[in-house]
Nanobody
């Protein structure tokens, strides 16, 4: 089992920045990759960025250049630095751990960007 706890969300004005954190605990040795996803009201949950245990990253096209995913293995933490935020970035941001046969989700953190 893997537990994920997100933090760092909040209310920010357009053009501002936030850094989200996702702390993993439990069977972290089984994790192959951790990703950030987001879900706005009435919309599907979409991938934002993913980072593998080897450090390779993948971003959704609309986030490239604005968002940066990184990890601190010693702290079992993955970060999402979000810059130049736009109102359309408003969503609940979820952390996901890919543990091979199993996937785990955190409860999410709300990000609201005002215009």
């Amino acid at each position: 089992q893997v537990q994920l706890v997100e933090s760092g969300g909040g209310l920010v004005r357009a053009g501002g920045s936030l850094r989200l954190s996702c702390v993993a605990s439990g069977s972290t040795f089984s994790i192959k990759a951790i990703g950030w996803y987001r879900q706005a009201p009435g919309k599907p949950r979409d991938m934002v960025a993913v980072i593998s245990t080897g450090g390779s990253t993948n971003y959704a096209d609309s986030m490239k250049g604005r968002f940066t995913i990184s990890r601190d293995n010693a702290k079992n933490t993955v970060y999402l630095q979000m810059n130049s935020l736009k109102p359309e970035d408003t969503a609940v941001y979820y952390c996901n751990a890919d543990a091979g046969r199993f996937g785990y989700w955190g409860r999410g953190t709300q990000v609201t960007v005002s215009s």
